[in-house]
T-cell receptor, first 112, second 114 residues
Framework: GQNIDQPTEMTATEGAIVQINCTYQTSGFNGLFWYQQHAGEAPTFLSYNVLDGLEEKGRFSSFLSRSKGYSYLLLKELQMKDSASYLC?????????????WGLGTSLAVNP | DGGITQSPKYLFRKEGQNVTLSCEQNLNHDAMYWYRQDPGQGLRLIYYSQIVNDFQKGDIAEGYSVSREKKESFPLTVTSAQKNPTAFYLCASSISPGQENIQYFGAGTRLSVL
């Protein structure tokens, strides 16, 4: 079956670095997305990885290892506004169709 | 400013009533999607449309209906057959149907049952 695992909750301190992991078991992998979602709001796109390695975008970086079915989102210099849920989603095959499979999200609390 | 507009932000449904959630985009995107989000669950796909006048069922289409008469618009009707409609509904669009394309989301509609 198709499965995505993320930690449910994480806590970190303002100014610190936090790594949010995502592991997946899917068929026909075609890329992995990270989205940020503040409470009661829409998810917003953060990053997309299709090849192995690290993609850096300002304070946020995302890493992918296809052989291990593993990704992480790295947030540096944490700010209070980074308190949100972080969703991992994988583009994979379900039957004959390609679809996005969503993880349950990791709720990150940044404390002063 | 390009984007996706969902309305209303909050909606209340009475027993046996059909309600329609609006989703409009001015991004000139071909593909549009409807998701449902419940506490403790991931996003679940209700319906999607790859092109005008065409749409496909997602994972939880029962009790819902859609139309795609215009490229910009993809309204979702929650029918009385949907027995547990209380949820946060999100509309999204992408440039083309390929799942490698980024999906952009509207602000959502929170539906509650009276």
């Amino acid at each position: 079956g198709q499965n995505i695992d993320q930690p449910t909750e994480m806590t970190a301190t303002e100014g610190a670095i936090v790594q949010i992991n995502c592991t997946y078991q899917t068929s026909g992998f075609n890329g992995l997305f990270w989205y940020q979602q503040h409470a009661g709001e829409a998810p917003t796109f953060l990053s997309y990885n299709v090849l192995d390695g690290l993609e850096e975008k300002g304070r946020f970086s995302s890493f992918l290892s296809r052989s291990k079915g593993y990704s992480y989102l790295l947030l540096k210099e944490l700010q209070m506004k980074d308190s949100a849920s972080y969703l991992c989603a994988v583009s994979a095959y379900a039957g004959n169709n390609r679809k996005l499979i969503w993880g349950l999200g990791t709720s990150l609390a940044v404390n002063p | 400013d390009g984007g996706i507009t969902q309305s209303p932000k909050y909606l209340f449904r009475k027993e046996g009533q059909n309600v329609t959630l609006s989703c409009e985009q001015n991004l000139n995107h071909d593909a549009m999607y409807w998701y449902r989000q419940d506490p403790g669950q991931g996003l679940r796909l209700i319906y999607y449309s790859q092109i005008v006048n065409d749409f496909q069922k997602g994972d939880i289409a029962e009790g819902y209906s859609v139309s795609r008469e215009k490229k910009e618009s993809f309204p979702l009707t929650v029918t009385s057959a949907q027995k547990n409609p209380t949820a946060f509904y999100l509309c999204a669009s992408s440039i083309s149907p390929g799942q490698e394309n980024i999906q952009y989301f509207g602000a959502g509609t929170r539906l509650s049952v009276l």
